[in-house]
């Protein structure tokens, strides 16, 4: 079992920045790989971005390549989204997971993530 706890959304301006935490507990933290999702209003849930165990190999959606950053810290049992020059169309609840099966860094399926954190919301106005 695994409990993961976001937190840093809010309201930013278009071109600002936020940094996404999110808190791990349950598991060896360094031994499976974190992702990001996001889901706007209307809107399937999409995939954002990936990062293995030991944080050595990255994997990002093509709208948010170049913007987004992932990165972990497993001394804290924390993985970070840097989301920076952002847009209105970034708009939408951000929700941390973790795969505990795949190693792969390309995995974008939802179905491929065991656990899910209750998500946390970022809106960025125009």
């Known amino acids: 079992q695994v409990q993961l706890v976001e937190s840093g959304g809010g309201l930013v301006q278009a071109g600002g920045s936020l940094r996404l935490s999110c808190a791990a507990s349950?598991?060896?933290?360094?031994?499976?790989?974190m992702g990001w999702f996001r889901q706007a209003p209307g809107k399937e849930r999409e995939f954002v971005a990936r990062?293995?165990?030991?944080?050595?190999?990255?994997y990002y959606a093509d709208s948010v390549k170049g913007r987004f950053t992932i990165s972990r810290d497993n001394a804290k049992n924390t993985v970070y989204l840097q989301m920076n020059s952002l847009k209105p169309e970034d708009t939408a609840v951000y929700y941390c997971?973790?795969?505990?099966?795949?190693?792969?860094?390309?995995?974008?399926?939802?179905?491929?993530?065991?656990?899910w954190g209750q998500g946390t919301q970022v809106t960025v106005s125009s």
């Open positions: 997971n973790a795969d505990l099966r795949k190693t792969g860094i390309t995995i974008t399926t939802m179905t491929s993530y065991d656990y």
């Open positions: 990062i293995n165990g030991n944080g050595g190999s990255t």
């Open positions: 349950g598991r060896t933290f360094s031994t499976y790989a």
